[in-house]
């Protein structure tokens, strides 16, 4: 099975909702096993600033499935929830990205991993740090070494909404 971190945001319509269902058609998928979901954090938009607050997770997956596989399934779950790509970080009703894939580096036409800027956005490493407590390889070593030298409030990243209030997120044993 390969571990792959995701990171999820939303700044449309229903936020919260917008995660819920993103996480829902990840665990309704026999070939992946959702391990473990972040708290909500509130993030101002970076890149185009002028648009609504994201809510952002991360969520940490089993799978089989092959890294381009795990790509389609992303974009198909954007897809099925409506997103629209207008412009390079505009407003979206959803959005995953593929953080880490094993502790692989993946460079083809259509997705690098780690992601490229996860290592400079409080907003991913935030999310991603509080499921992986201890670090398991050097990608996530380094995201623990830089958030430690980041000022989470001066980066824009707010505490929503704690795990602990988002069972009906987390996988169903």
């Given at each position: 099975m390969n571990n792959v971190y995701l990171s999820i945001g939303t700044n449309m319509g229903d936020r919260f909702e917008n995660l819920q269902h993103a996480v829902k058609l990840l665990t309704e998928n026999k070939e992946i096993e959702v391990v473990h979901t972040s708290s909500v954090y509130e993030t101002a938009a970076v890149g185009y600033t002028d648009q609504a607050d994201f809510l952002n997770i991360a969520v940490h997956i089993k799978t089989s499935y092959s890294s381009s596989e795990m790509l389609k399934i992303c974009q198909w779950i954007e897809s099925e929830l409506g997103r629209v790509r207008e412009f390079?970080?505009?407003?979206?009703?959803?959005?995953?990205?593929?953080?880490?894939?094993?502790?692989?580096?993946?460079?083809?036409?259509?997705?690098?991993?780690?992601?490229?800027?996860?290592?400079?956005?409080?907003?991913?490493?935030?999310?991603?740090?509080?499921?992986?407590?201890?670090?398991?390889?050097?990608?996530?070593?380094?995201?623990?070494?830089?958030?430690?030298?980041?000022?989470?409030?001066?980066?824009?990243?707010?505490?929503?909404?704690?795990?602990?209030?988002?069972?009906?997120?987390?996988?169903?044993?």
């Open positions: 390079r970080w505009g407003p979206r009703i959803i959005d995953l990205d593929i953080l880490l894939y094993n502790h692989e580096d993946i460079e083809t036409e259509s997705l690098i991993v780690p992601h490229p800027r996860m290592y400079e956005r409080a907003f991913v490493l935030v999310p991603l740090i509080e499921i992986t407590p201890t670090p398991v390889g050097e990608q996530l070593q380094r995201a623990h070494d830089i958030m430690q030298q980041m000022d989470c409030k001066e980066e824009g990243v707010t505490l929503w909404r704690a795990s602990a209030e988002l069972k009906m997120m987390q996988p169903v044993n």
